[in-house]
Every structure is written in C-alpha cells, then in structure tokens.
C-alpha cells in the first residue's frame, strides 16, 4: 500500500507539473497573439512586456503573492505566511502518514498557481498597447502579482470568505480572468485612447495588426494551453473517477473553444458580411473563458453551447466597447475576458446544483470591485509620478525604438505605416 501510495503521490506531481508548464506555454500565446494583434512599430515592447512580466510575475509570487494566497487569515484578511518559498516539500513519511490526503508536492503547486497569476497579468498587457510605458507597465505587474492578485485568490482558492459562502470558480474565469480584465479596464480607463483611433466627429477608426498569421498561432497556442489551465484544476490523476473527470474537463474545454469560434465566426459573417478572423479567434477565446469557471459538470453538448453564447457575446462586446463606450483595446481582452468570464460564473449554475446566480453574483461583484479598484489606484500613483503614456512624437514612431532601441521588423520603414 505504502508503494501505490509513493507512486499515486508521483503520478500526481508529475501531472500537475506537465499542467503547469502548458500554461505557462499559454504565455507564448498571449505573447504571439498581441504582437500579431498590434503595429510592427510596437512588436518588439510587446515582446518585453510579455516575456518581462512572466519573470515579474514568478519573482513576486514567490516572494509574497504565494504566502499571501496561501497563508493564514479570518477569511477575509490574508496572512502572510512565509516571506519567500523555500525549498522544503513533503517527505514519503508524511505523504504516507496522510493517508491520501496529500497527494502532489507543495512545490509543483507554487509552481501551478505561479503560471496562472501570470496569465492574469499577461491580459493587462494586450488591452493598454501601443501607448503606455513600459517601465510603468513593469511597475504595475509587480503590485497586480505579489499583491491585487492573492488576495482575491485567498478569498477564493486559499479557502477565504467567497469560498466558504460557496461561490464557484473551478479553474479561474473570476480569479484569473476577469482579475486581468478589470485591472486591464482600471489602465485603459487612465491611459485613454491610441492616437488617431477616434475623430472629432466620433468616427472609429480601425487600426489593424501586423500580423494575423502570428496572431491565428498565438490562438491556437493559448488553447493547447488551456487543456492544462483546466485540467491540472482537478488537482488530481491517479484513480479512475479523477482520470475520467479531467478526460471531462480536456473534451468540454476543447468543445467550448470550438463552439465559441463557429458562434463568433457566423455572427461576425451575418452582422459584417465577411468572415472576420480576428473575431473568430476571440471567440475561440472567449469559449476557453466561458468554461473555465466550471469544465466538470456540463455535458459535451452542454460545453459546447457555453461557449457558443461567450462566441455570441464576445462580437458585440468588441463592438461596443469601441465603438459606444470609446474604450480602445488593440486585442479585445476587456471583453474576452472580463465580459466573458461574467458570463462563464453565471453559467456556473445551469449544470453545477451547488452553485446559486445569487453567490455567482456576490464573488464577481467582490473581485472585481477589489481589482478594479486597488488598479485603479495603483494606475493613479503611477501616472502622477512616472507618467504611463508615452509623447505623441514617441506613439507616432513607435515604442520599438524609443522603449526597446530595436526593431522586431527592420527590414521595413516605419514611415510606411
């Protein structure tokens, strides 16, 4: 016994580490989806910003977010238990004294959690392109991971005040995405609009990305990464009913992708008359967001309608943000995942008996409330002392040269775009 329980306790491990490390491929994604989704004169900064807040963002929830999300508290305070992660983990003696109940090591979770806070961040960073800072970009990634981030995490997933009311969030629609989307809102709020986005007259004008090959790529990395963003959320492999439920998990999470890019794609065809790629690839997006808050309970065919209504959603959210409420996201991650993610935690209830519309209410209303808020104040301090708007001469010519001193396409002239 002591042996299948060694070898569970492995197999555990393992699968939660090869979890981890698919979504931190997710952070490729986002990397190749935004640089496809911005200018070429801005490629290059958003290459940094992405690759530079996965650091930010692994240093810091090891030296506070992880203690923060983990520790002690009433419930609704958070305790900061160790300072920084240090390397002791559970011996064979006390996994098998457990009797089962510890089943993968301690650091293969700090390295789970770690990835999905980058994710979090790694939204914000699409929505303000092409005119903020980068060092104050830079900034605001290490308050939103070692601080905004846990605390709302605690709340949930550290055992907090929302998870003992019985809100639920299986792999992190509120936790994580709508975490990004309402700190991503709090910036573009403060930061305003692209240059030339919008006229004197309120005309809107589209401003397309460079490259919608890399961007179709970015897409598809980002869902091969979501198999493990909602798969390694079941904890667990090692016996039957847990290898059937996260066999569930993989098939609602790849059906809901799905049936968001068909209901994204055929609306954008019927209210645009063309087949817009760029919508479509949000809507395979906004599915991966609309299961994500409960991928065990649905039905494939279930699955597959929660994600077709984040498709039906995430067109008109694009829509209107831009073109009503003048909120310029280059990428659409405000509505992917802020509006979507909503939509996923209601969605909770229509296959989940445990969950009520009414906590799903309450836990939305709570973390986005904090994010939004708490960013929203950090954005200030940050722009009245560093600034987070590069000059309009800096816009014009591209925050490749000015942030970053290079060019991620030379070979063309800037002056062409």
């Known amino acids: 016994m002591d042996q299948i329980t060694e070898l569970s306790y492995a197999l555990d491990t393992f699968y939660f580490l090869v979890c981890g490390a698919l979504v931190m491929w997710m952070a490729a994604g986002f990397t190749m989806l935004e640089a496809g989704l911005v200018r070429s004169k801005n490629t290059a900064e958003i290459l940094t910003k992405n690759i530079g807040l996965y650091a930010i963002a692994c240093i810091m929830y090891m030296l506070t977010g992880y203690g923060i999300m983990y520790g002690e508290g009433n419930g609704v305070i958070p305790q900061l238990s160790d300072l920084m992660l240090t390397s002791a983990d559970n011996s064979a003696e006390e996994v098998i004294a457990s009797g089962g109940d510890t089943y993968y090591s301690n650091l293969s979770d700090f390295f789970f959690q770690v990835v999905f806070v980058a994710t979090a961040m790694s939204i914000v960073s699409g929505a303000v392109a092409e005119r ?44 994580v995405h709508m975490c990004g989307a309402a700190a991503a809102l709090a910036g573009v709020i403060l930061l305003g609009a692209r ?3 919008y006229t004197k007259d309120g005309d809107v004008k589209a401003i397309p990305g460079a490259n919608l090959p890399l961007a179709t790529l970015g897409t598809l990395i980002l869902w091969l990464g979501w198999f493990g963003f909602n798969g390694g959320s079941e904890l667990k492999l090692s016996d039957v009913s847990e290898a059937n439920a996260v066999s569930l998990i993989f098939v609602n999470t790849n059906m809901a992708a799905a049936g968001g890019l068909i209901a994204a794609l055929l609306l954008a065809r019927a209210w645009f008359g063309k087949a817009d790629l760029t919508m479509a690839l949000n809507g395979a997006l906004a599915g991966l967001v609309a299961i994500t808050a409960e991928p ?50 209601l969605a909770v209830p229509l296959t989940n008996a445990d969950a009520t519309v009414g906590l799903q209410l309450t836990g939305i209303t709570v973390i986005f409330a904090w994010v939004f808020g708490t960013s929203l104040v950090v954005w200030t301090i940050i722009k009245l002392t560093l600034g987070i708007r590069v000059s309009e001469e800096e816009e014009y010519e591209g925050s490749d040269i000015h942030e970053c001193g290079l060019e991620a396409y030379p070979e063309f002239s800037r002056t062409s775009e």
């Open 195 to 197: 240059k030339g986005k």
């Open 296 to 345: 065990l309970t649905p039905s494939p065919i279930e699955a597959t309608m929660i994600g077709m209504v984040g498709g039906l959603l995430v067109v008109p959210s694009i829509v209107f943000m831009d073109r009503v409420f003048k909120i310029d996201d280059p990428v659409g991650a405000i509505s992917v995942h802020g509006v979507v993610g909503i939509w996923g935690l």
């Open 132 to 175: 903020m800072k980068l060092w104050s970009f830079f900034l605001f990634a290490v308050v939103l991971t070692g601080f905004i981030y846990p605390v709302q995490g605690y709340w949930k997933w550290g055992g907090g005040f929302l998870n003992e009311l019985g809100f639920i969030d299986f792999a992190g629609s509120g936790v």
